[in-house]
Structures are given as structure tokens and as C-alpha cells.
């Protein structure tokens, strides 16, 4: 990874992690409003929603050795340790996060069974097959390389365990490639929200199978997460979040101010949201 795009990360989840706290709480990602996403719930609950409704596609029944990467400060990692009665392990590029995962561990009894640190998602600090189950959950858009991540997160899945990503993607592109007008939004979106390029859901999945993950499969949320957008939009400009903002510094702002970038892509299919799971051959696992 870059020194730059290190940096420009860091600093990004640095400045805005605890504001994104105040005002949406500890889940860093999209929430699930029902397959045809028409489904009126609260954004929390969507995004916890958004946290089974993974879990039940990836038929994920138990888990002992959990690692998340990217793991912001712990939404995931926490809920499922929670869940499954195992230990979960946390990666981010955040100090900050980091810090803040590990005070939100001591506060919900669980910091005997987590552990939180700062480490880059291309050249992880574990020892090969050490986990049963790698949770990637929107971090892969920021990876410089996804051909390497994929292979990291391999080598430290044991034999039969899973991996499951959850990322950004852009359409498919076997029909028609990307217009240049379609280049240019995207363009703007890497700017904002340091992010190298995004992958189709189909290029993912070739390099899942080129690396020998075995029992891939697949899905294309996008339509079940793309209200996620209008609701941050809506609860972004309230007083407090203004004032927050205001505090955090010209990168949040200028975040927050591009939200409408995110919720347009979705509208023209040109984001997706790609799911993917596969196995590490070998092994037995529930």
C-alpha cells in the first residue's frame, strides 16, 4: 500500500470516526432494508439487519476465531464475538478506531475475547490458518491491490474456514465497458472517500477462484442497501451532525457534502454492492 493512500485513509477514519459515532452510532456500513429494499425500519436496525442477513447467505452457523478486517471501531467484531461466543480479532488503519474498539470492548464485557489493532490488510501481522472466519466488511474498496488482499485473507483463513467480503463495486462490465462519463463519477468517489478504484462483483469473483477459494458464490445487494444513502443524507444535516462536521475538518465535510455522489451511483447502477463467500478446501467446518 502506498505511503499516500496509507496516510489520506488514516487520517480520513482518524478525523471522522468519532463523529460517525455521534451521529449514526457504531456501525460503519450499509444497512439492509429488505431484498427490494422497500423495507421501513431505523438505520441501526438496518445495519444490524444488514450484519444477519450476511450471516444467514453465508450460512454461517458458528465461529471460533474471528478476524474482521477493517474493522472501524468494532461494530462488527463486537456483535459477532457477541454472537457466537468467540474471539474476534479487529484490523484498521485508524489508531483512533483502533483506540475507540477497544474502550467500546471494555464497556460491553468483551475485552477478553477481542483485540483490536492497527495493521494493513496486505501484509497482516498473523501466522497462516489462523482463522475460521475473515469478515470483510466495505473495507476491500480501499485496497490498492485486491488481488493481494484476497490472498491475505486466505493464507490466514485455516482449512475449511470462510471467507466473506462485502464491498463497493462498479457494474459489470463484460457488455459494455465503463462510459467516460461513468469513469468521472467514479473518479470523484475514490477522491472523497480514499479509495484506490473499485472492481466488478464478476472480477472479484475470477480472483477468488484463481487464488483456489473453493464454493464461491455471490449476490448483487445493491437494491436491499441503496436507501442506506437517503437516510444519511436526511440525519447528516441536522443541527448536531453541522456542528460535529464543523468540528471534524475539511475531509468530513467534504464527505458529508458528497454523500448525494454515493446515493446517484446506486440510482444509475453504476455502484453496486457485491457480496462474496468461499472456503478454504481441507478442512471441516459447520
Not at 494493513?120 to 493481494?148: C, I, Q, R, Y
Not at 472517500?193 to 477459494?213: D, T
Amino acid at each position: 500500500m502506498s505511503a499516500t493512500l496509507y496516510k489520506q485513509i488514516q487520517e480520513f477514519y482518524d478525523a471522522s470516526s468519532g463523529l460517525w459515532e455521534e451521529i449514526w452510532g457504531e456501525h460503519m456500513h450499509h444497512g439492509y432494508y429488505g431484498a427490494d429494499g422497500t423495507e421501513k425500519k431505523n438505520r441501526r436496525q438496518a445495519q444490524i439487519d444488514l450484519i444477519e442477513e450476511i450471516l444467514n447467505w453465508a450460512d454461517v452457523q458458528q465461529a471460533e476465531n474471528i478476524l474482521d478486517v477493517g474493522c472501524g471501531i468494532g461494530g462488527s467484531s463486537l456483535y459477532l464475538a457477541a454472537k457466537f461466543h468467540a474471539r474476534a480479532t479487529g484490523i484498521t488503519l485508524s489508531p483512533v478506531q483502533a483506540a475507540r474498539a477497544k474502550e467500546r470492548a471494555s464497556e460491553f464485557n468483551l475485552s477478553t475475547q477481542t483485540n483490536f489493532l492497527v495493521a494493513n490488510a496486505l501484509e497482516m501481522p498473523f501466522a497462516d490458518n489462523s482463522f475460521d472466519l475473515v469478515w470483510s466488511l466495505e473495507s476491500g474498496e480501499h485496497m490498492p491491490d485486491k488481488t493481494k488482499f484476497i490472498q491475505e485473507c486466505y493464507r490466514v483463513l485455516k482449512p475449511g474456514g470462510k471467507l466473506i467480503m462485502v464491498t463497493w463495486c462498479h457494474r459489470p462490465t463484460d457488455e459494455s465497458p465503463l462510459t467516460t462519463d461513468e469513469q468521472q463519477h467514479l473518479a470523484k468517489i475514490y477522491q472523497v472517500y480514499c479509495l484506490p478504484y473499485v472492481i466488478s462483483l464478476p472480477e472479484y469473483e475470477a480472483i477468488a477462484k484463481q487464488l483456489g477459494l473453493q464454493n464461491i458464490h455471490t449476490a448483487d445487494w445493491s437494491e436491499a442497501v441503496a436507501p442506506f444513502w437517503n437516510v444519511v443524507i436526511d440525519s447528516a444535516f441536522t443541527p448536531k451532525a453541522i456542528f460535529g462536521l464543523l468540528r471534524s475538518g475539511w475531509s468530513t465535510i467534504v464527505g458529508a457534502l458528497s454523500l448525494g455522489l454515493m446515493q446517484r451511483g446506486y440510482e444509475r447502477g453504476l455502484i453496486r454492492f457485491g457480496l462474496l463467500c468461499g472456503e478454504k478446501g481441507g478442512g471441516v467446518m459447520g
